[in-house]
């Protein structure tokens, strides 16, 4: 069996109890044909980019699961049809990144000190005014005054 992850989202109007129970019910349909569910967990109700069927919204759920090929196959179908989920993705991966919370990632990013946003409009105005765009990015708030 391969590793696999899938990410569904979820349409705006449901509710986090129905959400959580289509998440379990795909688990179930894993775990009777053979597939094993390692992981499974909402993340909760996020904005979405870009607006899917009218959808500015949505449940995110993941779940990590060992399975074949045909069983995904078949799971992808069940998602592709089922009304309440808006979009999925099912990623074959090498390994699970053992995280004790699956969204972690995306709320941590950016937060290390060499990641830290300065400010596309600081460095943009610095470099358009002939100033060195290093010290734009060093001292943000002091060549904000400076640009205006």
Known sequence: M???????I??????QQQMEALGVSLGLFVSQHGGEVVRSEY???????????????????????KADQEIVAELSRMMRINEDIIRYLVVKVDEFENKENLISQAKTFGEDASMKDTGYRTVVKAADKGADVDSAVKDPVQNEGEAE
């Open 10 to 15: 979820g349409r705006q109007d449901l509710s």
């Open 43 to 65: 993340c909760g109700f996020r904005n979405l980019a870009y607006p899917i069927k009218k959808n500015h919204k949505g449940h995110y759920y993941i779940m990590q699961m």
């Open 2 to 8: 391969k590793l696999y992850e899938n990410v569904f």
